[in-house]
């Protein structure tokens, strides 16, 4: 599938990403990737009172179902945490150190979660230097960028994401359909554009779950938490209507999926799909 939409679909253009203005300062990469997600995310529920959001977090799941009486108890105790605090901050409109920390414990939790690597930080305080890593993040989101009249749809998951064994977006701001990388490197992965027409095909094909009127998507964007920056591409710049319904159409054939489910044409809503 990736070969095909390399064939059928151009590449934007990619601009030269701006200086680093929240450079790294530790090396736990991935832990402070999937910290910010959860830290941007909170971003636009505090900026945005009506964002919509799933409410459930994979500690949430791992305070249920693990086998471990430490790890149930810890998880437990990190959802409460980060829920407390991103209430205050919600109703008071800052964001306090404390929910830096929470959304590192939760990433923390992920980690396990995922791995099964990390059980030996259950307990223990969060490292300085990751939430001053987190900070910075935080701070170098640019303060247009989440505007609180726009639509903001959080973490989504594909009505159609089960042709790919599951799939689930970072966060829908406006008009775009948007990934987050938390990277050093000024380089713009060709990888990262596949990712998105991906998620785009998804979105056309079924919409996002659990919504009663879809968004109306028609860019793609990656923002570049390290550099403070979002791009954006219209999704019209990479092929026409017939284009990406052949793409859809691809897609299904990919996975073998026959079902003959209605797409979503270009920024169209849930009422205006194709016979």
């Not at 959001?53 to 409460?80: C, E, F, G, Q, Y």
């Not at 900070?135 to 903001?152: G, H, K, S």
């Not at 017939?242 to 209605?262: K, M, N, W, Y």
């Amino acid at each position: 599938m990736r070969d095909y939409l390399r064939a059928t679909l151009p590449l934007p253009a990619r601009p030269k990403l701006p200086e680093l203005v929240a450079p790294p300062q530790t090396t736990r990469y991935s832990l402070l990737g999937t910290a910010f997600d959860y830290a941007f995310r909170w971003h636009c529920q505090i900026r945005c009172p009506n964002a919509i959001s799933r409410d459930n977090w994979v500690a949430d799941h791992l305070a249920m179902i693990s086998s471990s009486a430490k790890l149930r108890t810890a998880a437990a105790a990190s959802t409460w945490t980060a829920r407390h605090w991103l209430d205050y901050a919600r109703s008071s409109g800052r964001y306090p150190l404390p929910l830096l920390q929470a959304a590192i414990e939760l990433a923390r939790l992920d980690t396990i979660y995922r791995s099964g690597k990390g059980f030996e930080e259950i307990g223990q305080p969060v490292v300085p230097a990751d939430v001053a890593d987190l900070v910075c993040l935080v701070q170098a989101i640019p303060p247009d960028l989440v505007n609180p009249e726009e639509f903001c749809l959080l973490n989504p998951v594909f009505e159609q994401g089960s042709l790919v064994g599951g799939a689930d977006a970072d966060v829908v701001l406006g008009d775009t359909l948007i990934e987050i990388k938390v990277t050093k490197n000024p380089t713009i992965e060709r990888i990262w554009i596949d990712q998105l027409l991906g998620y785009f095909l998804l979105y056309r094909y079924g919409g996002f779950h659990g919504l009663a009127e879809q968004p109306r998507v028609t860019h793609v964007g990656i923002y570049f938490a390290r550099h403070g920056t979002l791009l954006r591409w219209p999704i019209a710049g990479f092929g026409s209507d017939q284009v990406l319904d052949a793409a859809v159409v691809r897609l299904r054939e990919h996975c073998g999926d026959f079902l003959r489910t209605p797409h979503l044409p270009i920024g169209a809503s849930s009422k205006e799909q194709l016979p």
